[in-house]
């Protein structure tokens, strides 16, 4: 059988790769995939180096991804509840860019009927967006706040927005994506360089919203999570980030603030839950996955190439890309 993929021989290059693979053993199911999503910021952060490896246990030469959809090809000998031809998705630690991915059978989740594989893709995303929501544990009628409207930001919103969450107040630098915060439910939207927009809201609110939620992964983005969140309030940062930060102590602890970190590979039963929902959520569209209609790329060597070069260049006019494998 014969696997292609994407395939990182070094640091900073990525090609087109085919090998010879056997069938599944043990737990593992084999997924004939139909697509892969590039994940820009983790993807980035274990193709520069493998600084950032430590979370998968690798370095290179290896085969990246980490979000697959497909159809189950053959299973392992100790599998039992899946069976060739079972629509799924699976959340390998890495090689999900490929046409065949292994995977360990407590990775492999059922996609409902009315889901289109292409929607369910962003599950890893979505599962990201609701395990930090999950983790604020906000109640009907709470305020939120989400800095950074990418994928993860727009999933958030509408996923605050099904859970009865009000005001959701959204931020991002980039008019695209504030636009697209709106369209998810947004009930306030704002430049988080607007200083004056921002002091207001903390004044409406009499001090802050109940949670704040860092999605950006920056620095600037932690700081104003922590300014925007009320005394005794919660902040949470969900971004995966191995540099240094700087964070404005005096106002955490002025707040006496909870402030979370938020790596879901630490909390395994509350991560599958988050993907349940996010699935359980698209099947009775009470959210829906980002418009992808033109971000869906044949994996070939020259695409692979061209776009983990904007990976690279953290370009994120790409916007979420998608391998069709078939």
Not at 141 to 163: L, M, P, R, T
Request: hydrophobic residues 40%; charged residues 20%.
């Amino acid at each position: 059988m014969l696997r292609k993929s994407v395939y990182w021989p070094s640091a900073g290059v990525a090609e087109y790769h085919e090998e010879e693979i056997s069938d599944p053993t043990g737990k593992f199911v084999l997924i004939a995939t139909q697509y892969s999503l590039i994940s820009q910021s983790s993807e980035h952060s274990w193709f520069v180096n493998d600084k950032a490896h430590v979370v998968l246990g690798t370095t290179f030469p290896f085969i990246p991804g980490y979000s697959s959809a497909g159809v189950v090809e053959a299973v392992g000998p100790d599998v039992t509840r899946f069976k060739p031809g079972d629509r799924v998705i699976g959340s390998p630690v890495y090689g999900a860019h490929s046409n065949y991915t292994y995977v360990d059978e407590n990775a492999v989740y059922a996609v409902p009927d009315n889901v289109k594989l292409d929607d369910a893709v962003f599950y890893n995303l979505g599962m990201t967006a609701l395990f930090t929501l999950d983790k604020a544990d906000l109640h009907l009628g709470q305020s939120v706040a989400i800095i950074g409207a990418g994928v993860v930001g727009q999933i958030a919103i509408q996923a605050a927005k099904a859970n009865g969450l009000h005001p959701i107040i959204a931020f991002d630098i980039q008019e695209q994506r504030r636009q697209a915060a709106q369209q998810a439910g947004a009930d306030i939207v704002l430049d988080p360089n607007d200083e004056a927009a921002i002091e207001k809201v903390i004044g409406d609110l009499a001090g802050g919203v109940d949670a704040a939620l860092d999605v950006s992964g920056s620095n600037a983005g932690m700081n104003l999570a922590i300014h925007l969140a009320r005394p005794l309030g919660k902040v949470v940062f969900c971004t995966a980030n191995n540099d240094q930060q700087t964070l404005n102590y005096g106002e955490f602890f002025i707040k006496n603030l909870t402030i979370l970190g938020d790596f879901v590979n630490t909390e395994m039963d509350r991560q599958r839950r988050a993907i349940k929902n996010f699935l359980w959520l698209l099947s009775t569209q009470k959210i829906s996955a980002p418009d992808h209609h033109d971000t869906i790329y044949q994996p070939t060597d020259e695409n692979i190439k061209m776009l983990y070069g904007k990976v690279l260049k953290h370009d994120n006019t790409i916007n979420n890309p998608i391998f069709k494998w078939r």
